[in-house]
């Protein structure tokens, strides 16, 4: 399964390899990504190698990675995971490169990745949360078919130091 390749219009959503540990040195340092997709600390060629190993393992069962990527599986344009992966439940987070945004990027890879994970997975409700100063991301969550169900306050700190409301979304496997 870590071998897993999803396409999705337009993309590739493949595994994650050592050589995209400098695209991802590059999208951690993003601020937006940075800000909005905290790591808790300092990203250094080193720690994004962990993590691209890290996300290519999936061996605990408790998550699940991909590089999005062009239909050809070359340069990165994001990343799509569940975590949190327990009983039917899991949760979403994704990111997408500068260069690649305001085109759908997002929206069809979490869709992609969601319908794979109640079909092949057996879940049955996922998980998006994000800031509610993120309004591209609430739009994503919305066209990817999580609906909104309320509002947490203060729920997470992110990586400006604050901690933010955030809107809670989910999708069901039974949703249409
Ligand atoms: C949020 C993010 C993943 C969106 O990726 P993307 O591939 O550009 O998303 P899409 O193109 O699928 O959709 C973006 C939507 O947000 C909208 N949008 C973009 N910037 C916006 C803003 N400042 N205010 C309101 N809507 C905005 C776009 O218009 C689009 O909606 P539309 O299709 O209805 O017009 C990307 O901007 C990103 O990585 N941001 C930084 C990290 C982050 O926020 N991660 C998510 C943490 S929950």
Do not use: K
Not at 9 to 17: A, D, F, M, V, Y
Request: include cysteine; glycine fraction near 10%; proline fraction near 5%.
């Amino acid at each position: 399964m870590e071998h897993l390749e999803l396409a999705a219009p337009g993309l590739l959503l493949r595994p994650w390899r050592d050589a995209d540990a400098r695209a991802v040195h590059d999208a951690l340092g993003d601020p937006d990504i940075a800000r909005w997709n905290p790591q808790g600390g300092p990203v250094d060629a080193a720690s994004a190698l962990r993590w691209v190993r890290r996300r290519a393992d999936w061996s605990a069962g408790d998550h699940v990675s991909l590089a999005v990527t062009g239909p050809d599986g070359g340069a990165l344009l994001g990343s799509v995971s569940l975590h949190q992966i327990h009983g039917e439940n899991a949760a979403m987070g994704y990111w997408v490169v500068p260069g690649a945004r305001g085109r759908g990027v997002a929206t069809r890879a979490v869709d992609r990745l969601s319908r794979w994970a109640f079909d092949e997975l057996g879940l049955h409700r996922i998980e998006l949360c994000h800031a509610t100063a993120n309004p591209a991301s609430c739009r994503v969550a919305e066209r990817a078919g999580y609906r909104a169900e309320g509002t947490l306050r203060e729920s997470f700190r992110y990586g400006d130091g604050r901690r933010h409301d955030e809107h809670l979304h989910a999708r069901l496997a039974t949703d249409r």
